[in-house]
């Protein structure tokens, strides 16, 4: 009896052993395969760690390599080379070119006569406003004869929408007469005969040039006057001043193109009083950059025309504009939602 309890103590004993035995056994095979495993680990992340830090590397050195070869504004209270200046102004008027290829005057007018009368209403006033009220005035004097002959009264009337009716009137009546008296009835095609006509000066000379003769001018108008100082292109005021300034820094063939481009900008983007910084595409060459709204959502809803998904200025616009998802003007009357 008693043998076979040592008997049956010491086969317990045994598989106890055998059990602690494979335990042991089993323990260090995970630790064997853990020492084989963690430098195959160690150097899988390393591997990791290497390659995001060689992306990074690549990243940071093309954007270094970018801003090298972008031109940058100057930081401020310091001088731009002539030169430097020269690109920075060329880069931003063919970026500007890229945002707007559909630029044009946003006057309405369908020979050069139109345009010459609606560019002098346009002072003071907008683009818009004035094509909304032409379709009137062109439809009862459609020729210089016409508005020469006609009754004051009756123009002012028909141009009160404007403001400045009165003396606007005066103009366009006087600039038709002298039309019909030294020209023929034609709209002369030079500069030196255009500023002769009452109620027109160089701004609205070049504007008649550029877009109804097909000859280079630069328009000075507020938008215009307003970015070219605030990009730093000129310090000058007058807008004689201003324009051989700029006109020094672009060939002679962009002057027209380079005007709609500043001027589209003005209206849509780089407002007077809250620029829409944000979403400029000029941003790393303009050395006002953050004096408006630098959040892009925020920006955005600064926006106006079809940059906003607005109405644009013309009520018969080119068609390029409207494939390029721009919307007309309403006419007089109507609610235009800008």
């Given at each position: 009896?008693k043998?076979?309890?040592?008997?049956a103590?010491?086969?317990?004993?045994?598989?106890k052993?055998?059990?602690?035995?494979?335990?042991?056994?089993?323990?260090a095979?995970?630790?064997?395969?853990?020492?084989?495993?963690?430098?195959?680990?160690?150097?899988?992340?390393?591997?990791?760690?290497a390659?995001?830090?060689?992306?990074?590397?690549?990243?940071?050195?093309?954007?270094?390599?970018?801003?090298?070869e972008?031109p940058?504004?100057?930081?401020?209270?310091?001088?731009e080379?002539?030169?430097?200046?020269?690109?920075?102004?060329?880069?931003?008027?063919?970026?500007?070119?890229?945002?707007y290829?559909?630029?044009?005057p946003?006057?309405?007018?369908?020979?050069p006569?139109q345009?010459?009368?609606?560019t002098?209403?346009?002072?003071?006033?907008t683009?818009?406003?004035?094509?909304q009220?032409?379709?009137?005035?062109?439809?009862?004097?459609?020729?210089?004869?016409?508005?020469?002959?006609?009754n004051p009264?009756?123009?002012?009337e028909?141009?009160?929408?404007?403001?400045?009716?009165r003396?606007?009137?005066?103009?366009?009546?006087?600039?038709?007469k002298g039309?019909?008296?030294q020209?023929?009835?034609?709209?002369?095609g030079?500069?030196?005969?255009?500023v002769?006509?009452?109620?027109?000066?160089?701004?609205?000379?070049?504007?008649?040039?550029?877009?109804?003769?097909?000859?280079?001018?630069?328009?000075?108008?507020?938008h215009?006057?307003?970015?070219?100082?605030?990009?730093?292109?000129t310090?000058?005021?007058?807008?004689?001043?201003i324009?051989a300034?700029?006109?020094?820094?672009?060939?002679k063939s962009?002057?027209?193109?380079?005007?709609?481009h500043?001027?589209?900008?003005?209206?849509?983007?780089c407002?007077?009083?809250?620029?829409a910084?944000?979403?400029c595409?000029?941003a790393?060459?303009?050395?006002?950059y953050?004096?408006?709204?630098?959040?892009?959502?925020?920006?955005?809803?600064?926006?106006?025309?079809?940059?906003?998904?607005?109405?644009?200025?013309?009520?018969?616009p080119?068609?390029?504009?409207?494939?390029?998802?721009?919307?007309?003007?309403?006419?007089l009357?109507?609610?235009?939602?800008t």
């Amino acid at each position: 009896m008693k043998a076979a309890k040592k008997a049956a103590v010491k086969k317990t004993a045994v598989e106890k052993s055998a059990v602690e035995k494979a335990a042991a056994k089993k323990t260090a095979a995970k630790k064997t395969a853990a020492k084989k495993t963690a430098p195959a680990a160690k150097k899988a992340a390393a591997k990791k760690t290497a390659a995001k830090k060689t992306a990074t590397a690549k990243k940071t050195a093309a954007v270094a390599k970018a801003a090298v070869e972008q031109p940058q504004p100057p930081p401020a209270g310091k001088p731009e080379s002539p030169a430097a200046l020269v690109r920075r102004a060329r880069r931003i008027n063919r970026e500007l070119a890229e945002v707007y290829p559909y630029a044009h005057p946003e006057l309405d007018f369908e020979n050069p006569f139109q345009l010459l009368v609606a560019t002098v209403l346009s002072a003071q006033t907008t683009d818009l406003r004035v094509n909304q009220t032409t379709p009137t005035l062109f439809a009862k004097y459609p020729t210089p004869e016409d508005l020469a002959a006609a009754n004051p009264e009756e123009v002012e009337e028909i141009l009160r929408p404007c403001g400045f009716f009165r003396a606007k009137t005066k103009s366009v009546i006087g600039l038709s007469k002298g039309l019909v008296e030294q020209f023929g009835g034609e709209v002369p095609g030079r500069l030196e005969d255009l500023v002769k006509l009452p109620g027109v000066g160089r701004k609205t000379a070049f504007v008649v040039l550029g877009n109804a003769f097909g000859r280079p001018g630069i328009t000075v108008d507020t938008h215009f006057q307003r970015l070219v100082r605030r990009w730093r292109w000129t310090a000058e005021t007058d807008p004689d001043k201003i324009e051989a300034a700029v006109g020094a820094l672009f060939p002679k063939s962009d002057w027209t193109d380079l005007s709609h481009h500043v001027i589209w900008h003005g209206r849509r983007m780089c407002h007077a009083r809250k620029p829409a910084c944000g979403v400029c595409p000029i941003a790393p060459l303009c050395p006002a950059y953050g004096e408006g709204e630098t959040d892009p959502e925020k920006a955005k809803k600064l926006l106006k025309y079809e940059k906003g998904g607005f109405p644009g200025q013309r009520l018969k616009p080119p068609q390029a504009y409207l494939d390029a998802g721009g919307r007309p003007a309403p006419p007089l009357g109507a609610v235009s939602g800008t």
